[in-house]
């Protein structure tokens, strides 16, 4: 059986699972079984992917820096990226603005009819609250130290580690060629073993999909998504208009690959960015498929999909900007014109600025919230179908980054 055939029919087996299990999620001996048997299974295979991020995105994007600048192409291939990372983030916050005042999903709902949990929205506070002013922000994207940055790059901190590596990658190729090519051997090793270790890890694929996606389901049910099912339709509608509009039009006028050939080709990592909820955990797969079966260039795939999976959020962009918008309906909040073009253009940047790790795009919209004057419990109203609209936001994502990726490759094969 092919690897997506395997992983889909993990991924629907799990949800079946979970759905038909959650009438009796109070049963001791099924709590136990999920949380000493199931939970572990698939936080082994996340970590086992975790554990390779960080030297990844580090040897990837030095490497590819290197050799971009090697041949005078890091210049074009930034300033594509950037045109095609604005371009697309743009498009998927307007098209789910436009949708949530449309179909106004929040006005007229009942707020009390839908659970909220103290706790987890306390957390999101503190986190929100740590939020530091811009220019503070922007000068913590330089470290003051690349190991501490490297040991919470996936606590916040990606950011600063990619700007290192860019700039080690781009001072190295300022060196002689015989002084850096020992690097370069050893980045190139130690980029091979991370990929090996990701293949060992793939072996544990299909039952880790399972026991991901089996807790959500389990967990929440399915009534949680008919309880807010209006604004799920809309989020889930958005992302799906982005990905078969936005990319397949983008494909078409910048490159001469037929959108659902690529697609297809793409489906393992669909399934696989869905039952991670994690950019960065779907990043060491990604990458392999776009060296191997996109035919990107080496050095583009590194450098796009690297930075692409913390910078180029489309998905989130677009489930921030309903998200808010949507609380404002619910609470009553009127927005002027004004406001709303802040939220569009705060969701743009806050595609930039989210960790790609499951529900990283939370304490920036409790931010945005707080900005417009919704109430802080806002956040409890949408937090028992975040997992599953994490889900399908982070696929996006993981979509995005891939079709800027072999858009940008397409422009600097045809030039
Ligand atoms: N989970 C998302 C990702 O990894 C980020 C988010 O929107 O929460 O891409």
Same mark, same amino acid.
């Given at each position: 059986?092919?690897?997506?055939?395997?992983?889909?029919?993990?991924?629907?087996?799990?949800?079946c699972?979970?759905?038909?299990?959650?009438?009796?999620?109070?049963l001791?001996?099924?709590q136990?079984?999920?949380?000493?048997?199931?939970?572990p299974?698939g936080?082994l295979?996340?970590?086992?992917?975790?554990?390779?991020?960080?030297?990844?995105?580090?040897?990837?994007?030095?490497?590819?820096?290197?050799?971009?600048?090697?041949?005078?192409?890091l210049a074009?291939? !930034?300033?594509? $990226?950037?045109?095609?990372?604005?371009?697309?983030?743009?498009?998927?916050?307007i098209?789910?603005?436009?949708?949530?005042?449309?179909?106004?999903?929040?006005?007229?709902?009942e707020?009390?009819?839908? !659970? !909220?949990?103290?706790?987890?929205?306390?957390?999101?506070?503190?986190?929100?609250?740590?939020?530091?002013?811009?220019?503070?922000?922007?000068?913590?994207?330089?470290?003051?130290?690349?190991?501490?940055?490297?040991?919470?790059?996936?606590?916040g901190?990606?950011?600063?580690?990619?700007?290192?590596?860019?700039?080690?990658?781009?001072a190295?190729?300022?060196?002689?060629?015989?002084?850096?090519?020992?690097?370069?051997?050893l980045?190139?090793?130690?980029?091979?073993?991370?990929?090996?270790?990701?293949?060992?890890?793939m072996k544990?694929?299909?039952?880790?999909?399972f026991t991901? #996606?089996?807790?959500?389901?389990?967990?929440?049910?399915?009534?949680?998504?008919?309880?807010?099912?209006?604004?799920?339709?809309?989020?889930?509608?958005?992302?799906?208009?982005?990905?078969?509009?936005?990319?397949?039009?983008?494909?078409?006028?910048?490159?001469?690959?037929?959108?659902?050939?690529?697609?297809?080709?793409?489906?393992?990592?669909?399934?696989?960015?869905f039952?991670?909820?994690?950019?960065?955990?779907?990043?060491?797969?990604?990458?392999?498929?776009?060296?191997?079966?996109?035919?990107?260039?080496?050095?583009?795939?590194?450098? #796009?999909?690297?930075?692409?999976?913390?910078?180029?959020?489309?998905?989130?962009?677009l489930?921030?900007?309903?998200?808010?918008?949507?609380?404002?309906?619910?609470?009553?909040?009127?927005?002027?014109?004004?406001?709303?073009?802040?939220? #569009?253009?705060?969701?743009?940047?806050?595609?930039?600025?989210?960790?790609?790790?499951?529900?990283? !795009?939370?304490?920036?919209?409790m931010?945005? $919230?707080?900005? #417009?004057?919704?109430?802080?419990?806002?956040?409890?109203?949408?937090?028992?179908?975040?997992?599953?609209?994490?889900m399908?936001?982070?696929?996006?994502?993981?979509?995005?980054?891939l079709?800027?990726?072999?858009?940008?490759n397409?422009?600097?094969r045809?030039?």
């Open positions: 059986m092919k690897t997506h055939h395997r992983l889909l029919l993990s991924l629907l087996f799990g949800i699972t979970g759905l038909a299990l959650h009438p009796y999620a109070q001791q001996w099924l136990n079984l999920n949380h000493y048997l199931l939970e299974i936080q295979f996340l970590r086992l992917i975790f554990m390779v991020v960080v030297p990844m995105v580090m040897s990837g994007l030095i490497l590819g820096v290197f050799q971009l600048s090697n041949h005078q192409g074009k291939v !930034s300033r594509r $990226t950037l045109f095609f990372t604005i371009l697309a983030s743009s498009a998927s916050v098209i789910g603005v436009s949708l949530v005042n449309l179909a106004q999903p929040g006005v007229g709902l707020i009390t009819q839908i !659970s !909220s949990d103290s706790n987890s929205i306390a957390k999101i506070q503190t986190n929100a609250a740590q939020a530091k002013p811009i220019v503070q922000s922007l000068l913590e994207i330089i470290p003051k130290n690349p190991f501490t940055a490297a040991s919470q790059a996936l606590d901190e990606m950011l600063a580690l990619m700007f290192f590596s860019l700039a080690f990658g781009a190295l190729a300022n060196r002689q060629a015989n002084q850096t090519s020992r690097w370069v051997e980045l190139e090793e130690c980029y091979a073993a991370c990929l090996l270790i990701v293949d060992a890890a544990i694929a299909p039952a880790a999909v991901l #996606v089996f807790q959500s389901t389990f967990k929440f049910g399915y009534q949680i998504l008919f309880s807010l099912g209006f604004y799920v339709l809309i989020v889930v509608l958005g992302l799906l208009l982005q990905q078969t509009l936005v990319y397949s039009l983008l494909l078409k006028i910048f490159t001469r690959i037929k959108p659902l050939t690529f697609f297809r080709q793409c489906r393992d990592i669909y399934l696989y960015a039952a991670t909820a994690s950019s960065n955990a779907t990043l060491p797969r990604s990458l392999e498929l776009a060296e191997q079966q996109l035919n990107i260039r080496p050095e583009i795939a590194r450098f #796009v999909l690297t930075i692409g999976s913390t910078a180029n959020q489309n998905g989130t962009a489930f921030e900007g309903i998200t808010v918008l949507f609380l404002a309906q619910v609470y009553g909040v009127d927005l002027s014109l004004g406001q709303q073009i802040q939220i #569009v253009m705060m969701s743009i940047l806050a595609g930039i600025g989210t960790a790609g790790v499951p529900g990283g !795009s939370l304490p920036l919209i931010i945005l $919230t707080q900005q #417009v004057g919704i109430p802080a419990e806002g956040m409890g109203l949408i937090l028992g179908v975040d997992r599953f609209l994490d399908c936001r982070t696929t996006l994502n993981v979509s995005g980054d079709v800027i990726a072999a858009l940008v397409a422009q600097d045809d030039n």
